[in-house]
């Protein structure tokens, strides 16, 4: 018996140590490329040729200096703050608003408009994005913030009216029926009832509308030419065509780049860990 048992702990052990060195090895993977990243921001364009996987020699500080400067950034990230914030409210209300009517109110038209809608799931972005911009043309939006709030929205909220709508469904339908019997309206169960029980995946529908909002490229491209509209990505790619070959520059560029969504995840890490676990078992 004794040696039973001491097989099985060699072997929990192993199993263990075996375990921690996959995650530490992915760790590793995952981390290194960030920390090799801001390494290089700091060298300037000679020593990163001469030296590109060691600490730089002397820290330039400038290079951040000249890609915050020419590349506008200041006004790019409000930009993408305002369309990122805008769609995700948006996208929010409309999509459980949708997600409420689609689930608890009865009619003969529901099944046609979710069907409607959830078809957006299967439509790629390169199919629509012609279309898109003859169509946001053609109304003279073009060039607007309006003119990419909308299609922003628009392609935002498939996702979040069927994960919506397949939420709610799952709440009691007796709570719906027992508020409309006391004289409650579909508003004031929907802000009530239904907005803190959908809660968990409305995180989820959230974070997916952020980080897609955020890191958007080609659209924002085609629906703009001026750029006091740009959004933070086109600012960093404007480095790799004439600034390509700056790669201290570049890099500084990468890295202003990659720090907002860095924070949103260290802030609300706990919230999107929770958010994403309830909204894949709930929704």
Known sequence: ????????????????????????????????????????????????????LGFPKDWVLVNYKDAWIRGKFPRLILNSFIYTGITMVATLVFSFMAGFAFAKIPNRATKFLHGSFVIGLLLTLQSIMVPLFLIINWVGLYNTTLGVLIPYIGIAMPMGIYLGTEFIKSIPDALVESARIDGATYLKIFISIIVPMAAPVAVTVAIMTVTGTWNEFMLINILTSSDALKSLPVGVQKFAGALSSDFGKQFAALVIGLV????????????????????????
Do not use: C, H
């Open 1 to 52: 018996m004794n040696d039973i048992k001491d097989t099985k702990s060699v072997g929990a052990k192993i199993n263990m140590v075996f375990t921690y060195a996959v995650m530490i090895f992915f760790t590793v993977m995952a981390i290194y490329p960030l920390l090799w990243l801001v390494m290089n921001s700091f060298k300037t364009t000679t020593e990163f040729q001469m030296n590109k």
């Open 260 to 283: 907002p969504m860095l924070v949103f995840y260290l802030t609300f890490r706990k919230e999107i860990t929770k958010g994403v676990a309830a909204g894949a078992v709930k929704g």
